[in-house]
């Protein structure tokens, strides 16, 4: 079974531009939530969506968006870019039940410059 | 906004030995999960407890979960080299939220 796959890996950005980060979910995963994760402040929850819906949101702007499809592939965008905005990158998925693992991708490596 | 701790925030011990972790949490949750990172590069999964249970075994690795303190510990015994990691804690309310992590070295 394929593993949770994030592309690209590795991303090198301006300021001001904008950057869509691709999540592909483990086959038969509906849930995809993703995390910003940066030195200073750890792993931060950005959002999670099932079945297409945005299920929860954490506390990030709304130049930080995403939308799920209906094969469960997830992707983020985050406009207007900022220097504060680089980090890793990393989205999770998860089965339908209630108690079950999260599965993590390798993560995208962003550097606003 | 992250609303776990873990203690200690870095650790290092000799090869053989075996390495404690702890992990407080804010709300009630539905399971706590602990997860290994590898210098900056994914989340790999570990192991998975349910809040009505109260400790788990998976190979070198013991959970254990205390609701009423709010609290988990994570026991890796026999501890490697390979090892060496961060280690988080996350609980699963209607999201994730993930501990500050313990930056664990394990010196051969």
């Known amino acids: 079974k394929a593993g949770v796959t994030q592309t690209p890996r590795y991303l090198i950005k301006t300021r001001g531009q904008q950057v869509t980060l691709s999540c592909s979910p483990i086959?038969?995963?509906?849930?995809v939530s993703w995390y910003q994760q940066t030195p200073g402040q750890g792993l931060q929850f950005l959002f999670e969506y099932f079945s297409e819906t945005q299920r929860n949101k954490g506390n990030f702007p709304g130049r930080f968006s995403g939308r799920q499809f209906s094969n469960s592939r997830s992707e983020m965008n985050v406009s207007t870019l900022e220097l504060g905005d680089s980090a890793l990158y990393l989205c999770?998925?998860?089965?339908?039940?209630?108690?079950?693992?999260?599965?993590f991708g390798q993560g995208t490596r962003l550097t606003v410059v | 906004s992250q609303q776990g701790e873990e203690d200690p925030q870095a650790l290092s011990i000799q090869e053989g030995e075996n390495a404690t972790m702890n992990c407080s949490y804010k709300t009630s949750i539905n399971n706590l999960q602990w997860y290994r990172q590898n210098s900056g590069r994914g989340l790999v999964h570990l192991i998975l407890i349910r809040s009505n249970e109260r400790e788990k075994h998976s190979g070198r690795l013991r959970v254990t979960l205390d609701t009423s303190k709010k609290s988990s510990s994570l026991l890796i015994t026999a501890s490697r080299a390979a090892d060496t990691a961060s280690y988080f804690c996350a609980t699963f309310g209607n999201q994730f939220y993930f501990g500050t992590g313990t930056s664990l070295t394990v010196i051969p």
């Open positions: 999770a998925s998860r089965g339908v039940a209630e108690n079950t693992e999260a599965f």
């Open positions: 086959s038969g995963h509906r849930s």
